[in-house]
């Protein structure tokens, strides 16, 4: 039965809503509350609380976002049957739980990702903070605002010079990226500067994607109003025939490490796709986001070193080789495009904090960069190794798209897509299966897409054996019903 | 004459088209280049120089924009009659020059601003950094950095919460903001946020501008295809009647500090407004982007605390307040607008680096920011003070505007536009007109837009001065003319 003698403290510093929201979670937590219980009606609760109808709204679909109730047309709210797990009982999960976030914190994911925080998830899109260089850069970022406080006035609107050309001489050493300073845009994070990107083109023109790809650049493309054709992949990427017959402008790619398949373009479908985008004037946007990281052997070149005809956008990251949170991305644009750029948008401000990207300069500059990747490489390259090992526990698995980058692809043994799911479930795993990831591309069998970047290794266990369970609980139920 | 023998190194860490850039520099600045002449064509210094087109290219253009040289078009680039002051005479210019920035600097601001580095300037875009709070910044940044790992993690797309609520409290104390937490988003600049939140209205929407207004909020819009009509202001401000005459469905003001007008919408005026929205359905962007600094009246509450219809969408920044390299803007969405935000953009990740969110969460929550504001506006109203003392030297000259922000209107004598345009430049003073802001409205007589906020008192009276004795060479010039 719901409890209406609720105290909510106007003069306290915690929002109504919040108070609203922890009030009827705590009694569902209790068990006061609980499946198939609904929730007062919305003017109910309003006339009896005293509080605004917004109040409640937004205290609702917290409650809502976060799993506690769910939302059934004409009825009104409804208790869910699983309750997300309590604070405490997650942070028993810890060392390594590094992901429980704030109340609000779930609602801002990728839709696969929602409510991840509440249960074991094999999430692409953490990375292990761990070796983070906590002191050297909270020492260079000290030394940075002492010493120059010319850093305070506005600067470039490409970036301040010192890091474009310090990313100029880093990318042309690690990636084989030819390119000068004054061909760096630098802004907060690759989706940031994809949008301006795609603003340089025409409006009509046909952009092709990768399919599988990420999830992210279709939903970016459709903000825009852009039009998109998925394009098909075999083992070695993107079939470049497509670009030819379905008459592509520009393809957005992932050479170094296919997104989400994992897969390496050889260099002699690179040099097809190039000669593509000569022959027909096409432009290749080459996304390397995790080129970081390789395992197993030296990362190809860049596909924009070998353009000789300045059809290649690179575009790169530091959210996955520092972390997610420090928001400094970069593309390098050939300088048609440049010139374009500067006409449209040569006086929006840089994105990107100048005293940050000081400290990122200085950071490469000396060195440090470069052996922080060498330990985050060595680490993952750990990482990968054992999580393959812990899962090899599932018969009749295998991986691939390993060896590079945050996450591998593990092709299932025979199994039903719903039974394992519904299996998961109950040993509160989340599964990323490769088709979600798809828009036409069809799979054969269930794949998933384990990213490993952010887990410890007590997690990768915990995860590892949870999936086992699972896929094992999975089959069980399908030879008991065909029995 | 040219002189070819330049001897650029191809294996030194400055770029060849640096090292061309300051060669051909040099040779300008020690009179052995001068006009009339003219360089040698790309193609002749390419064969001659054995460096690539596009070298020579960069070269030219860095030459070009830093006033070395222009373009004749088919003649090719001559070197110019007044050429940029040499380093060394604006590094005499000290104290407080603070605005000397590196070569390719200048290339990116406002058009009105080209070259505003070599020359002396009432730009209204800087600040004074002076009072910066370097070591509170960096200490808690230093705190922030080690005592909260969590950080790196990607955080919520909106802005992190404890930003969110700090801003939230801040904005309902000092402007009577009425807004939580959920209502807000942090984002990288407050053109990015426009960008945004222009996105949220149909495209065929009419967009109503203050006019004079800001020229960036002009590119933005037709950056992003949108139609803006200018609308009339009197000594209140917009004026509302034109927003039921020309059906506008978005009007963009600044009440607390028009710029680049400099007045302060009253009370009747805002709810007049106000009630246009309501009563239409329009909606209004009130951007607040200056209200910190008030030196003779209590500050009007924002728009946004007298709106009980959820149509003001209030926009601030801490680019003037803190510095303009610390990219931290917001915008309070009323509830609905969120909703559609939510929707269209609910996945994309906040571009502000969550380090500095919380820094300036921490900044505000300790009240440092409060006494950071106390001292700046006690300064910026002594500059503003003694500048409009040192104008007082224009006989027949007045300001308004004044008592707020980081800039006032200089309102001229009889004296031509022209005349005192060339006479500024022989002081090598740069104007900002009140008309270079307006697309329709049309002045009576020369008005300047001055700008104080980055200027030191020495560079104010240096300027003050030069002004003095441009406005008396122009009206001198008139009476010889004259006679």
Same mark, same amino acid.
């Given at each position: 039965?719901?409890?209406?003698?609720?105290?909510?403290?106007?003069?306290?510093?915690?929002? #109504?809503?919040?108070?609203?929201?922890?009030?009827?979670?705590?009694?569902?937590?209790?068990?006061?509350?609980?499946?198939?219980?609904?929730?007062?009606?919305?003017?109910?609760?309003?006339?009896?609380? !005293?509080?605004?109808?917004?109040?409640?709204?937004?205290?609702?679909?917290?409650?809502?976002?976060?799993?506690?109730?769910?939302?059934?047309?004409?009825?009104?709210?409804?208790?869910?049957?699983?309750?997300?797990?309590?604070?405490?009982?997650?942070?028993?999960?810890?060392?390594?739980?590094?992901?429980?976030?704030?109340?609000?914190?779930?609602?801002?994911?990728?839709? !696969?990702?929602?409510?991840?925080?509440?249960?074991?998830?094999?999430?692409?899109?953490?990375?292990?903070?761990?070796?983070?260089?906590?002191?050297?850069?909270?020492?260079?970022?000290?030394?940075?605002?002492?010493?120059?406080?010319? #850093?305070?006035?506005?600067?470039?609107?490409?970036?301040?010079?010192? +890091?474009?050309?310090?990313l100029a001489?880093?990318l042309n050493?690690?990636r084989g990226v030819v390119c000068g300073?004054q061909q760096i845009i630098?802004?907060?994070?690759a989706?940031?500067l994809l949008g301006l990107l795609i603003q340089l083109f025409d409006e009509d023109i046909t952009i092709g994607l990768e399919d599988p790809g990420y999830?992210?650049v279709r939903?970016i493309l459709?903000?825009y109003?852009r039009f998109y054709l998925s394009l098909d992949m075999d083992q070695k990427g993107l079939k470049e025939e497509q670009l030819y017959q379905k008459k592509i402008d520009l393809v957005y790619v992932t050479p170094s490490h296919q997104f989400?398949m994992?897969t390496t373009m050889p260099a002699e479908r690179r040099s097809r796709i190039l000669s593509w985008a000569e022959k027909c004037g096409g432009y290749i946007i080459e996304d390397d986001y995790?080129s970081? @990281?390789?395992?197993?052997?030296?990362p190809l070149k860049a596909l924009q070193g070998l353009d000789k005809a300045g059809r290649v956008i690179y575009m790169g990251t530091?959210?996955?080789?520092?972390?997610?949170?420090?928001?400094?991305a970069f593309m390098v644009l050939p300088q048609e495009l440049m010139k374009r750029y500067q006409q449209k @948008?040569?006086?929006?401000?840089?994105?990107?904090?100048?005293?940050?990207?000081?400290?990122?300069?200085?950071?490469?500059?000396?060195?440090?960069?470069?052996?922080? +990747?060498?330990?985050?490489?060595?680490?993952?390259?750990? !990482?990968?190794?054992?999580?393959?090992?812990?899962?090899?526990?599932?018969?009749?698995?295998?991986?691939?798209?390993?060896?590079?980058?945050?996450?591998?692809?593990?092709? #299932?043994?025979?199994?039903?897509? /719903?039974?394992?799911?519904?299996?998961?479930?109950?040993?509160? =795993?989340? =599964?990323?299966?490769?088709?979600?990831?798809?828009e036409?591309?069809?799979?054969?069998?269930?794949? #998933?897409?384990?990213?490993?970047?952010?887990?410890?290794? /007590?997690?990768?266990?915990?995860?590892?054996?949870?999936?086992?369970?699972?896929?094992?609980?999975?089959?069980?139920?399908?030879?008991?019903?065909?029995?």
């Amino acid at each position: 039965m719901f409890d209406f003698t609720i105290a909510l403290q106007a003069n306290s510093k915690t929002p #109504l809503y919040e108070q609203l929201y922890q009030a009827i979670a705590d009694q569902i937590r209790k068990g006061n509350l609980k499946y198939p219980d609904l929730l007062p009606s919305k003017r109910a609760l309003e006339e009896m609380m !005293k509080v605004s109808h917004s109040t409640i709204e937004t205290a609702y679909s917290l409650l809502s976002a976060e799993g506690y109730i769910e939302s059934i047309p004409r009825v009104g709210y409804r208790v869910n049957r699983r309750i997300p797990m309590p604070f405490t009982v997650l942070s028993m999960a810890k060392p390594g739980m590094d992901r429980i976030r704030s109340v609000s914190g779930s609602k801002t994911q990728e839709p !696969k990702e929602e409510n991840a925080d509440r249960y074991l998830s094999f999430s692409t899109g953490d990375v292990d903070t761990s070796l983070f260089p906590y002191s050297s850069w909270a020492r260079i970022y000290k030394e940075v605002v002492y010493q120059n406080p010319d #850093l305070l006035q506005r600067g470039e609107a490409v970036g301040d010079l010192h +890091l474009r050309k310090t990313l100029a001489a880093f990318l042309n050493q690690y990636r084989g990226v030819v390119c000068g300073p004054q061909q760096i845009i630098v802004g907060s994070g690759a989706e940031y500067l994809l949008g301006l990107l795609i603003q340089l083109f025409d409006e009509d023109i046909t952009i092709g994607l990768e399919d599988p790809g990420y999830p992210a650049v279709r939903r970016i493309l459709t903000n825009y109003g852009r039009f998109y054709l998925s394009l098909d992949m075999d083992q070695k990427g993107l079939k470049e025939e497509q670009l030819y017959q379905k008459k592509i402008d520009l393809v957005y790619v992932t050479p170094s490490h296919q997104f989400p398949m994992g897969t390496t373009m050889p260099a002699e479908r690179r040099s097809r796709i190039l000669s593509w985008a000569e022959k027909c004037g096409g432009y290749i946007i080459e996304d390397d986001y995790d080129s970081e @990281f390789r395992y197993r052997s030296r990362p190809l070149k860049a596909l924009q070193g070998l353009d000789k005809a300045g059809r290649v956008i690179y575009m790169g990251t530091f959210s996955r080789s520092l972390a997610p949170s420090i928001r400094v991305a970069f593309m390098v644009l050939p300088q048609e495009l440049m010139k374009r750029y500067q006409q449209k @948008f040569g006086k929006q401000s840089c994105t990107v904090s100048r005293f940050e990207q000081q400290v990122l300069a200085e950071f490469i500059d000396r060195g440090l960069y470069v052996r922080h +990747l060498r330990r985050c490489t060595n680490l993952y390259k750990k !990482k990968e190794a054992r999580l393959i090992e812990d899962l090899t526990a599932i018969k009749g698995s295998f991986v691939s798209g390993q060896g590079a980058g945050l996450h591998f692809l593990l092709h #299932l043994p025979s199994v039903s897509r /719903e039974g394992l799911i519904r299996a998961a479930q109950t040993y509160r =795993l989340q =599964l990323h299966f490769l088709d979600e990831y798809a828009e036409k591309a069809q799979m054969p069998y269930p794949i #998933l897409v384990i990213g490993f970047g952010g887990l410890s290794f /007590e997690q990768m266990s915990q995860n590892a054996q949870a999936l086992t369970k699972a896929v094992e609980t999975a089959q069980e139920g399908q030879t008991l019903r065909s029995q």
